[in-house]
């Protein structure tokens, strides 16, 4: 199909506003499979149909999708919106009589049912940074900055302009705000057809009220608006053009929402005057016998009420099919077929940008740091805790003497301090994790690319989380221990020390970029450090380990580091300044070298930098796996 015949995707290359489009959609059917328990050696798997036989057609105005809960709406708004996993789905959804582009996702607005802004930005920053990457580079920067302007005005957001939407510790907008704020973040690109999920949720009802007359206000401007919803107040629910009511994935009414009380009598149900419609509705679909069904202890009682219900609900799909409306409503979805303009694949799933990979990572890159900066337990916090491990390593180890004793302390300081930038970058475990949402809303909207976002979340969590908290540590632990007193051998610790944080902290992201709980990340984390810290070369002495196991040596980031640490250390040292030969113990190691030699550990040029390019390449191999497994996390539900 050529996208440039659609009225989407003209709207969205001129940047200019345009009328909504016609939604149609035609015989959709969509299913899951369902892993089941295990049965001995077998394990059985279920298909569950989650919507069936959709047809129907939704105009430019305010179009509702009610039901009860599990009843598929918010399945149903995804397949309309093109954000539905193709594996399971059949059928055809037309924009103005035309195959669904396959960006039509990067071409339209959706806004979530779960917030999914940045916090720690304002309004503007926000809005700017939709506009940045959204709208097309032909836009210049004043007229986004225009449009900008404008929008904050049209929905109300002059007097919270510049505040930060807000974050668990940051005080931000209120609700009805915060909502606003997510639905301008779609509007910015004119989007023909805005769907929504949910948009009451978590609002109380005046707020609600007052959102829903705000997307009243939209759609009268001849927009096209698609939204679930559950049970709203009859003051929102008489703002709805077109209604379509659903129940376990089958239709029971689709049509004008001012006539389905209408239909409701003419099939024997009538609402009582004063009741709400969207509580009629919904009581209707439960059998109106809900109390008796929860208030129930006879099993038989129970089991008529659900037999009950299953007839009921059979009776309304059957009712609207055999309605004068439905049959009105398919001649009308054939002429849209024999008229269809071109023909593409429905479930083709692809996304398009409108601006360049260095525009993305400009802006990625700039709101990263913003970000981070902003956020005081990220920034601040981690330098601090830094600080304070780094006075008490040095405190315990206070000025070690090149002595018997000197050996042991030094050996432990630089232990301790491999291990503990190894635990320390646990933190980065959760870098991908608490954006999960939020990355994937806004990569399969065509907001950036995967690269793009994976490479300014790294630089900005190298740059600010581990180098500077590192350097910290370096300069205050090193010489309060009082380690070898010389430049290079500072600059060398540092820069080794450096290295262990980016490789565990490469490993932390390879772990966890592919979870959803921060937890579980951190639990396979500390596992693998902890296995790593015993192959580093304290707790047991690397030669003296069996053959079958010794491989395991080469997988521990602690002992690269360790090793590296010790030629930088020891090399060179005399432990038995003051003591003739004469006098000394049999067996006492005086040489640095020797206590290397003991250790294991190769002390010659290639032998100490080996350990930085194991350290190099363990971390480039990690970062590759963590973008791998960014590229192709599960996107669509």
């Known amino acids: 199909m050529e996208p440039e015949k659609t009225n989407a995707v003209k709207g969205q290359r001129a940047g200019m506003p345009q009328q909504g489009a016609t939604v149609s959609f ?16 077998r394990k059985k798997s279920t298909t569950k149909d989650i919507l069936i036989d959709l047809n129907g057609i939704m105009k430019p105005g305010l179009n509702a999708i009610m039901g009860a809960t599990g009843s598929g709406k918010s399945s149903f708004l995804d397949v309309l919106a093109g954000r539905k996993d193709p594996a399971g789905l059949s059928g055809e959804v037309l924009i103005d009589g035309a195959s669904q582009p396959p960006n039509f996702k990067c071409l339209s ?3 979530v049912q779960d917030d999914v802004v940045m916090g720690t930005l304002t309004v503007r920053e926000n809005f700017s940074f939709s506009a940045a990457l959204r709208l097309p580079s032909s836009v210049s920067q004043a007229v986004k900055e225009q449009k900008v302007v404008q929008l904050i005005q049209e ?6 302009a510049d505040s930060r939407v807000g974050t668990q510790l940051i005080r931000g907008i209120s609700g009805g705000e915060r909502k606003r704020t997510n639905i301008g973040m779609e509007l910015i690109i004119d989007p023909p057809v805005l769907f929504l999920d949910e948009p009451t949720t978590g609002l109380d009802a005046s707020t609600a009220n007052s959102v829903l007359k705000l997307l009243k206000r939209i759609a009268n401007s001849g927009r096209t608006i698609i939204l679930s919803i559950h049970q709203p107040r009859y003051s929102i629910y008489r703002l709805f053009d077109s209604l379509t009511l659903l129940v376990n994935g089958k239709q029971v009414y689709h049509g004008l929402a001012e006539s389905a009380l209408n239909y409701f009598s003419e099939i024997g ?4 005057p004063h009741n709400n419609p969207a509580d009629f ?5 439960n059998g109106d016998s809900t109390a008796i069904g929860i208030g129930s202890t006879d099993g038989e009682e129970l089991d008529s009420v659900l037999k009950s219900r299953q007839g009921i609900e059979d009776k309304l799909v059957e009712e609207y099919r055999n309605c004068h409306d439905f049959k009105q409503t398919k001649a009308e979805l054939e002429r849209i077929i024999q008229g269809k303009k071109s023909s593409c694949s429905a479930h083709s799933r692809a996304i398009t940008y409108n601006t360049s990979f260095l525009t993305q990572f400009r802006w990625v890159l700039k709101r990263t740091f913003q970000n981070l900066l902003l956020n005081p337990q990220t920034s601040i916090a981690q330098v601090a805790v830094t600080l304070f491990l780094a006075l008490v390593v040095g405190a315990i180890f206070f000025n070690v003497q090149e002595d018997q004793s000197g050996i042991q302390n030094r050996f432990g300081a630089l232990f301790f301090i491999t291990v503990n930038q190894c635990f320390s970058s646990l933190s980065s475990a959760e870098l991908f994790i608490s954006e999960r949402k939020l990355f994937i809303h806004e990569y399969i909207s065509g907001y950036y690319r995967v690269s793009v976002y994976f490479l300014s979340k790294i630089l900005s969590d190298i740059l600010t989380l581990r180098t500077i908290p590192t350097i910290v540590f370096s300069c205050v632990a090193y010489f309060m221990i009082g380690l070898k007193p010389t430049p290079e051998a500072f600059f060398l610790f540092m820069f080794t020390v450096i290295l262990v944080a980016y490789t565990a902290t490469a490993m932390a992201l390879a772990i966890s970029a592919d979870q959803t709980v921060v937890a579980i990340g951190n639990i396979f984390m500390t596992i693998a450090c902890v296995f790593m810290m015993i192959f580093a070369g304290l707790l047991v002495n690397l030669t003296t380990i ?7 040596k080469y997988l521990s980031i602690p002992r690269y580091g360790l090793g590296a640490l010790q030629v930088n250390e020891f090399y060179g040292l005399d432990f038995c300044r ?3 030969s004469s006098s000394r113990p049999p067996g006492i190691i005086c040489r640095g070298q020797d206590f290397l030699e003991e250790q294991g550990v190769e002390y010659s040029a290639w032998g100490f930098w080996q350990n930085h390019v194991a350290l190099g390449v363990m971390t480039v191999c990690f970062l590759a796996i963590a973008y791998l497994k960014l590229r192709f996390i599960r996107k669509f539900t």
């Open 546 to 552: 069996v053959s079958w196991l010794a491989w395991l």
């Open 109 to 111: 607005g959706y806004v």
């Open 269 to 272: 149900y009538t609402c009582e």
């Open 281 to 285: 509705f919904l009581d209707v679909i």
């Open 155 to 160: 929905l109300g957001l002059t007097r919270v």
């Open 578 to 580: 003051g003591l003739n």
């Open 26 to 41: 035609h015989d959709i059917h969509y299913k899951v499979t369902q892993a089941g328990g295990c049965l001995c050696w």
